[in-house]
């Protein structure tokens, strides 16, 4: 039996012909990762393990931006450690607040990830970078420290699923709305600890900002990791922004899948995630009559530049509704840099935005955005629990940068077609 493109990386990585699903292996890793609030665990770890250098200066990298810039002492603390530790042991990719921007948004950009890579990150959403037909997948603190100590993780083979996309989305259909969707077809434990591998003609339509929304939330149907083939526009972006080796990696014709899924991306419709789970989804023409109190446009999920320009477009030349407010973040410092030579922060601001410092603040009900009680977001974040952005009595609703612009100038969820 064929094996998969994780299980093809997995197998490479571990010095082994072929793998497969259920089998434990160590295997080698490209990156080792973490962020302001796992990596003071993960150093702690570090120490006790008793060696006294990491395994690779420039395959460690550490991005400070959950509560940065530092939003109390606790966070400033908390960024003091790992700043010592990236200064003490020489850690090549340590992004102090001004070179930063939300983690997932950065690493691709400084083409820190490539094609064929294994990364393992203390943080769940680390499943982006599948979108360049890496494996990628959030690991705790603990399996932190041991990469950055080892170089090495473990990991048992996962089995897959295929998602076969087919033709073109109308217009106002991305990659949120398709990976809503699908989360909504399967559940948030539909994927449990499976790879989700996505093929189909339908992703010539898709962006690699759709493609990195997609893999970014594969965590929320329960999968291990999210992948997608390298093709044209994957080898465009990794030479634009990266000058590593890479591997191409590619299924074989008679890989086995747990189960197969065909979605008609020409059918699908703007798609709103309710409380309190990523899974409860409704089409845009299901949804009523919602106000909301805040909208949040950005995160790793939805803060990069296709994301903003989405937004601005349909935002350009109206107000936000003055019973509400809206947050931009911007994935990082470049794409701040862009909005502001595109047009674009001055779009945001002129409609009354808050046009923000690359930070997950609001996502995680950090800062920048908390809720109080009884309160309503719409956000292009990845996750909506109870308590997620603030008030265990507040909700969360997710949606793509092109509802969620719409619905900030009429104050309820909106579909884009309307304004």
Known sequence: MGMTMTQKILAAHAGLESVKAGQLIEAKLDIVHGNDVTTPVAVKEFNKIGVKEVFDKNKVTIVPDHFTPNKDIKSAEHC???REFANEKGVKNYFEVGQMGIEHCLL???GLVVPGDVVIGADSHTCTYGALGAFSTGVGSTDMAVGMARGVAWFKVPSALKFVLKNKPAKWISGKDIILHIIGMIGVDGALYKSMEFVGDGLEYLSMDDRFTIANMAIEAGGKNGI????????????EHSNKEYTVFEADSDAEYDAVYEIDLSSLRPTVSFPHLPENTKTIDEVGDIEIDQVVIGSCTNG????????SQILKGKKVNPKLRVIILPGTQNIYLQCIDEGIAKTFVEAGCVFSTPTCGPCLGG????LAKGERALSTTNRNFIGRMGHPESEVYLCSPAVAAASAITGKITSPESV
Do not use: N
Not at 304 to 311: H, V
Not at 367 to 370: A, C, R, S
């Open 228 to 239: 997608f083939p390298v093709d044209e526009k994957t080898l465009e972006y990794v030479k």
């Open 367 to 370: 800062h920048m955005g908390i």
């Open 80 to 82: 003091k450690i790992i």
């Open 108 to 110: 691709p950009e400084a």
């Open 304 to 311: 990069r530049m296709d994301d903003l320009r989405i937004a």
